[in-house]
């Protein structure tokens, strides 16, 4: 056999390094104080990856594990053509083996995730509140790598159920790993970690039939809910639009917990982490997300994963809400209740830093699946504070990467390993990578590795006073489960509170035992009156007396739809531009143009995959008719154009159907040209008004954009791109629409 001539290429491997300081040496700050090259991705952490990166190269040979090259590995060795199969067959056996062990145990929550590379940014730094050096260095450039996930479901369900959304953010510090594993939604069903086996077990499919996957639409969750007060805040917060989002891009990050900063001086600070989007907050309507979890499962990974791709670059703001330790009992609730959150009108989040996405990961095992974030990755400014979930998350996540990763050390998988140089005395045990020399035990006569004082980076856990005896017991505020769940369900607007009612009649719908029904429209009373009694007389159950004790309060800043500081904008948002042969050229390639320059992705769809001609204009397709829905999309726009074969196309089904479900959900519709009359006799009719008249002439009705004729008119692309901006056409009345 002649041997193949090209080999993997696979870069060298970092040598361990031997310098037995621990302090941050120049080896650690080269590798980190590097801009990041924003088309190869090659940030420091990129570039540490790079080190563990094999690149299959055109004409690479199939080698055994061990660097055998094979020259067939289509046919297994057998005695004869028909006879059995030899057990000499090495690389059969190494083949099939290794197959039968490629999957590990997946997350017993946050299963359902993807992640991307990026980096964060200080604009402003915070001595006053911590000593933290990622916190203070507005000359760092800090590479991150952010994982969104759902929480319930396995690895195979839908991107877009109803859930809370993983929000884990990890930065590789020059002075260690520092993960801030959150959520979307900045409090949690329960109040102390002991119960959370418990609100898993109830939230997951049911154990006598796995039924159903990713939903908490079933008699155990909304059970577990009736009998469990605590869980009223959060409860309302999954069953409003934060819990169906538009996108990854378009949802907010929170910490959950109180955590502490420390600075300079050893002053303590309770600090609540907030990640704000800055294309907005946004969500689907429950209809929309319904039919996207079968026509795309992997909606909201590949909505990120393509606008990483196409230079539109996700950003975040980080921010931080500090209360001076002095502070701690001002409220009417416990700092350390996870079912609690800080209201902005108490205490502003002051914005300190800028976190961007820029990088898709190259293999999704390696990387999203195999990180390992820990709530204890802390780094020397920032410490914990009690809260009993999160000393109780202290140790969960740790103790379930061991058993997820097949050992203690997960440290050292590429995606996991901090970019400074790492020196303990932990030896042996599975998958242990370094091979080092030296001691392994402390002291030693070496003095190496050795302890680092605090005033040279050596992490010390400030005193924190503690109060009272052992206790099975929690602090006095935590009773109080109606406050916040009040505010919030007070905060939102008419329509949200309507999206309220009807998540809670769908899943309540799904509940076959009535007693549940009965407790949960006792435990909304207590709430709201007015939200029980809706939910009541869905579910057929009784309006209950209204007893209700609403304190009335509001947030300013807890609606998506008239929120303060909410942001509208048309960027990052996609358009679907329905045409076909002989389309109308000129609006068409002048709405491409204004939507680029506005941070829209404009996508063609057409009748058929390939190219779509006018004239001498040809546009390549992303979509078919048939591959794609209205709900793929922000705003649909379709095109007039001229002939017979046109006329004939418009009459489509699927191009009816795309224009009455964008209407159904409340989103931005364009036509032009013979599209105007089509639309208002056949898509929509009694909808919209009769033809305008006048070549380039613009109306607007409910959210629809006509355009008279086949011209160019930048008052069209303008209207649109403001429409999008807004999300959704709120006032449009669709009640009677059936799409």
């Given amino acids: 056999m002649e041997r193949p001539s090209k080999r993997p290429r696979i870069t060298p491997q970092p040598e361990q390094p031997t310098h037995t300081d621990v302090e941050m040496t120049s080896t650690a700050e080269k590798v980190l104080n590097t801009a990041v090259d924003y088309a190869t991705g090659a940030n420091a952490k990129g570039r540490q990856l790079s080190n563990y990166t094999q690149v299959v190269e055109s004409g690479c040979p199939i080698m055994s594990y061990f660097g055998v090259a094979q020259a067939d590995t289509d046919s297994s060795l057998k005695a004869g053509p028909r006879g059995p199969t030899l057990l000499e067959d090495y690389h059969f056996r190494e083949k099939i083996s290794h197959f039968d ?146 996108s990854y891009a378009m949802m907010n990050g929170f910490g959950v917990h109180a955590f502490v900063f420390v600075n300079a001086e050893g002053k303590r600070s309770f600090v609540k982490f907030h990640w704000k989007p800055k294309l907005g907050v946004h969500s689907l309507v429950w209809d929309e997300a319904l039919k996207l979890a079968g026509q795309d499962p992997d909606f909201h990974r590949r909505d990120l994963y393509d606008a990483i791709e196409a230079g539109n670059y996700p950003e975040w703001e980080f921010g931080v809400q500090v209360v001076p330790e002095e502070n701690e009992h001002d409220f009417d609730f416990d700092l350390l209740d996870a079912t609690k959150l800080i209201p902005e009108d108490l205490v502003p989040v002051k914005y300190i830093g800028t976190l961007t996405l820029n990088r898709n990961v190259t293999e999704y095992f390696p990387e999203t699946e195999q990180v390992a974030f820990c709530t204890q990755h802390i780094v020397p400014g920032i410490d914990f504070s009690n809260d009993p979930l999160l000393q109780g998350r202290n140790f969960s996540y740790f103790d379930t990467q061991i058993s997820r990763l097949g050992g203690p050390n997960f440290n050292q998988i590429p995606i996991n390993m901090p970019l400074c140089p790492v020196f303990n005395n932990q030896r042996d045990a599975m998958h242990r990578m370094p091979i080092t020399k030296g001691a392994n035990y402390f002291p030693n006569r070496f003095d190496a590795p050795h302890p680092v004082p605090p005033a040279k980076g050596g992490f010390v856990p400030k005193a924190l006073p503690v109060h009272g005896v052992t206790t099975r017991a929690r602090g006095e505020k935590f009773s109080d489960y109606l406050s916040q769940a009040q505010l919030f369900y007070n905060s939102m607007s008419d329509i949200e509170k309507t999206h309220m009612v009807s998540a809670f009649s769908f899943e309540l719908g799904k509940v076959e035992d009535t007693g549940i029904h009965k407790r949960i ?64 050229t000129a609006p068409v390639l002048a709405l491409q143009l204004a939507l680029k320059a506005a941070g829209t992705l404009a996508m063609i769809v057409g009748p058929r995959k390939g190219t779509v001609k006018s004239g001498a204009t040809s546009l390549s397709t992303q979509f078919t008719f048939e591959t794609c829905r209205s709900t793929h999309f922000d705003a649909i726009y379709v095109a007039g154009g001229s002939g017979e074969a046109y006329a004939k196309g418009l009459s489509s089904g699927r191009l009816v159907h795309a224009v009455r479900e964008a209407y159904m959900h409340q989103k931005p519709i364009a036509v032009s040209g013979s599209a105007v009359e089509w639309l208002q006799r056949i898509a929509l009719p009694s909808e919209i008004s009769p033809a305008i008249s006048g070549q380039g002439k613009v109306e607007v009705e409910k959210g629809v954009v006509l355009l008279e004729g086949t011209v160019e008119s930048p008052q069209f692309a303008t209207t649109i791109i403001d429409l999008l901006a807004m999300h959704r056409v709120w006032e449009r009345d669709v009640s009677q629409i059936a799409a």
């Fill in 521 to 584: 429209v006792e435990r909304l009373n207590e709430i709201d009156h007015s939200l029980a009694a809706q939910v009541a007389a869905n579910i057929g159950q009784a309006t209950p007396p209204n007893t209700t004790k609403n304190h009335g309060k509001r947030s300013a800043f807890l609606s998506q739809i008239n929120g303060k500081a909410q942001t509208f904008t048309a960027q990052g948002r996609k358009v679907g531009i329905f045409v076909q042969d002989e389309f109308d």
């Fill in 101 to 246: 062990h490629e999957r590990i145990p997946e997350r017993v929550v946050h299963a359902r995730g993807a992640a991307y590379h990026g980096d964060f940014v200080l604009h402003t730094p915070i001595p006053e509140y911590t000593n933290a050096a990622v916190l203070n260095d507005t000359g760092r450039r800090t590479p991150v790598f952010l994982r969104f996930s759902t929480v319930a479901g396995s690895r195979g369900s839908a991107d877009t159920v109803r859930d809370v959304r993983g929000f884990a953010v990890r930065f590789y510090t020059e002075e260690g790993n520092w993960d801030i594993v959150g959520n979307n939604i900045p409090v949690f069903f329960i109040q102390d970690a002991i119960k959370f086996p418990d609100v898993i077990h109830a939230v997951k499919p049911e154990p006598h039939n796995e039924i159903p996957q990713a939903q908490t639409a079933h008699d155990n969750a909304w059970d577990f809910f009736s009998l469990t007060p605590e869980t009223a805040h959060m409860m309302l917060w999954t069953m409003s639009d934060r819990a169906i989002p538009r």
